[in-house]
């Protein structure tokens, strides 16, 4: 079945800079990969997602981009600020997936320092 | 997107009991999912609940421990069987689509501890 790798485990940024997260994928198939962001307490949150047939895809500060070649997708923050801080989850889905399941990553705890 | 709500919101139980937690969503949906999220941990998948029929359970996780109802396209319940302390965790449910493009939306999820 698919697996998802994420990293970094932790990130630390000074507010203003910009955050990271890469994560890489085994299924070749996988066709979704959306983002989510969980702040302490609260449900995860779909922040943005992209499909196998894009490249890119940006919402204001924070951007997607997918790689299939190399089966890997990335989340960039921009500008960031203290309400970036949060854990990050990518996921991948396949279409081969039963029951059209997600897949998710480890997670990525981020921290924003002002 | 659908507004899912889930009850209790947060439990404290003795070990030995059980714990049904129910999922609630304003619109009917294709997919619902149950998943466990212990502190500090990522996401894991329990089982997919399906409506009039047994739900589908994830490698380690298994129906009698973890029985579920779908009896319509808008509600479902996860039961937590014969509690321990191990099974003191955040429980989700999750709804979506069926094609592999659909977004995947989380209830509020219930914290569990299990004394």
């Known amino acids: 079945g698919e697996n998802v790798e994420q990293h970094p485990s932790t990130l630390s940024v000074q507010e203003g800079d910009s955050a990271v997260i890469k994560c890489t994928y085994s299924?070749?198939?996988?066709?979704?990969f959306p983002w989510y962001k969980q702040e302490l307490g609260k449900r995860p949150q779909l922040i943005i997602d992209?499909?196998?047939?894009?490249g890119e895809k940006k919402d204001q500060r924070i951007a997607v981009t997918l790689n299939k070649t190399a089966k890997h997708f990335s989340l960039h923050i921009t500008e960031t600020q203290p309400e970036d801080s949060a854990v990050y989850f990518c996921?991948?889905?396949?279409?081969?997936?039963?029951?059209?399941?997600?897949?998710f990553g480890g997670g990525t705890r981020v921290l924003v320092k002002p | 997107s659908a507004v899912i709500s889930q009850k209790p919101s947060r439990d404290i139980c003795q070990r030995g009991t059980s714990l049904t937690i129910q999922c609630q969503v304003d619109?009917?949906?294709?997919?619902m999912f149950w998943y466990r999220q212990q502190p500090g941990q990522s996401l894991t998948l329990i089982a997919t609940?399906?409506?009039?029929?047994?739900?589908?359970?994830e490698s380690g996780f298994v129906i009698d421990k973890f029985p579920i109802s779908r009896p319509n396209l808008t509600f479902s319940t996860l039961t937590v069987s014969n509690m321990s302390p191990e099974d003191s965790s955040i429980y989700l449910c999750?709804?979506?689509?069926?094609?592999?493009?659909?977004?995947?939306?989380f209830g509020p999820g219930t914290r569990l501890t299990v004394l």
């Open positions: 609940a399906n409506q009039g029929s047994e739900a589908t359970y």
């Open positions: 992209i499909r196998s047939n894009v």
């Open positions: 619109s009917q949906v294709t997919m």
């Open positions: 996921a991948a889905r396949s279409p081969k997936a039963a029951g059209n399941k997600l897949t």
């Open positions: 999750s709804v979506g689509g069926v094609s592999s493009y659909n977004e995947q939306f």
């Open positions: 299924d070749s198939a996988s066709n979704y």
